[in-house]
T-cell receptor, first 117, second 111 residues
């Protein structure tokens, strides 16, 4: 499988600053996910896109987090202002929609490790 | 009740033995089930997917699905030290591609 590209790999930011993460999913993959993974826990969904539309952002803290996927290709997740509790791994994944097997196999990028100080 | 539950472990197994991991889910109409392996500091890597009841084998890995009992399991045969990782169970609900993860089971394979 072609890789999901994410950048940066690591980010250290001060509390109250803005931070942004970028994801370029596998070509042709309509569904894009942003997950947050706190150390020792499983990934938690923040937002899910179908093409350029947000289909699930129920767990996204909208007072400080925003996500967009212009043109239904790459995506950006932003946090403003960052808080100490936002320190975590931010993971992007993509999957197809439909298909004989359900087409829901999701493949992850390398993630961005965020540390808020 | 969490949507997807796993024993956090650690599950300690001797090299060469079988590691058995379990996962239960709450949504009865879930359709697709996945196992991911995650090494410390790395992102999850898909190792198995299963969609129908029964067993699915791929190399040293076997996934087992029982929809009536709402559980999915992963067996790792001939466990190797390189299998030491956290194994994440993920479930896709019927309505669209909402992929929900369990908390993961940490596996330690001792030489």
């Amino acid at each position: 499988e072609a890789e999901v590209a994410q950048s940066p790999r690591y980010k250290i930011t001060e509390k109250s600053q803005a931070v942004a993460f970028w994801c370029d999913p596998i070509s042709g993959r309509a569904t894009l996910y942003w997950y947050r993974q706190i150390l020792g826990q499983g990934p938690e969904l923040l937002v899910r896109f179908q093409d350029e539309s947000v289909v699930d952002d129920s767990q996204l803290p909208k007072d400080r987090f925003s996500a967009e996927r212009l043109k239904g290709v790459d995506s950006t997740l932003k946090i403003q202002p960052a808080e100490l509790g936002d320190s975590a791994m931010y993971l992007c994944a993509s999957s197809r929609t439909g298909g004989a097997s359900g087409g829901t196999e999701a493949f992850f990028g390398q993630g961005t490790r965020l540390t808020v100080v | 009740q969490k949507e997807v539950e796993q024993n956090s472990g650690p599950l300690s197994v001797p090299e060469g033995a079988i590691a058995s991991l379990n996962c239960t889910y709450s949504d009865r109409v879930s359709q697709s089930f996945f196992w991911y392996r995650q090494y410390s500091g790395k992102s999850p890597e898909l190792i198995m997917s299963i969609y129908s009841n029964g067993d699915k084998e791929d190399g040293r890995f076997t996934a087992q699905l029982n929809k009536a009992s709402q559980y999915v399991s992963l067996l790792i045969r001939d466990s190797q030290p390189s299998d030491s990782a956290t194994y994440l169970c993920a479930v896709n609900k019927a309505a669209g591609n909402k992929l929900t993860f369990g908390g993961g089971t940490r596996v330690l394979v001792k030489p």
